[in-house]
């Protein structure tokens, strides 16, 4: 069964996307099926944590109905796949995510969603469409 985990928190900087990545590069060295989808529509930074730039397709196409989801993926060297989200700005609906996930149900073992940061519409999008949540929080400051 696929789990669908999305990587939440209140704030930006505190770690997430490093985290998300982390996770999935661990995880498919484990043997999982792992791909890490860029909760951050409109400041996508994933890719470049991978060092992989822009794709010609991103998840931003594949939310307007323009592409499918499996042409958005990109595999890693480490083995993990990933979906880029694109800078661009984008007319669709963030709820779409949820509904563009169906293809990855059954087929990948873990889809790891990188949040955006706070509580807007993209993080909701990424919320609703996951199984389970990780909120991630850094007590730095509290020290
Ligand atoms: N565990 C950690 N310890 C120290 N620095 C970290 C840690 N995790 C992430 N960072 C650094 O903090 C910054 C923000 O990390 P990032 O993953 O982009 O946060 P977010 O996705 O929450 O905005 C980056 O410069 C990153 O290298
Ligand atoms: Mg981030």
């Known amino acids: 069964m696929t789990r669908v985990i999305s990587v939440v928190s209140g704030k930006g900087g505190v770690g997430k996307t490093t985290m998300t990545s982390n996770l999935g590069?661990?995880?498919s060295k484990h043997g999982e099926d792992v791909v890490i989808i860029d909760g951050?529509?409109?400041?996508?930074?994933?890719a470049q944590h991978f060092g992989m730039g822009f794709q010609d397709v991103s998840l931003n196409d594949v939310l307007e109905g323009d592409a499918y989801i499996t042409q958005a993926v990109a595999k890693h060297p480490e083995g993990v796949s990933v979906l880029p989200a694109s800078i661009l700005?984008?007319?669709s609906e963030?709820?779409?995510?949820?509904?563009?996930?169906?293809?990855?149900?059954?087929?990948?073992?873990?889809?790891?969603?990188?949040a955006a940061a706070g509580v807007g519409d993209e993080v909701e999008a990424a919320?609703?469409?996951?199984?389970?949540?990780?909120?991630?929080?850094?007590?730095?400051?509290?020290?």
């Not at 951050?40 to 994933?46: L, T």
């Not at 509904?99 to 990188?114: A, E, N, Q, R």
């Open 40 to 46: 951050n529509f409109s400041g996508a930074n994933i």
């Open 94 to 114: 963030t709820e779409n995510l949820k509904h563009s996930l169906i293809d990855f149900l059954g087929d990948k073992d873990y889809v790891l969603i990188d």
């Open 89 to 91: 700005e984008f007319e």
């Open 25 to 27: 590069v661990a995880l």
């Open 127 to 143: 919320v609703e469409a996951s199984d389970e949540v990780l909120w991630y929080l850094n007590l730095s400051s509290h020290r």
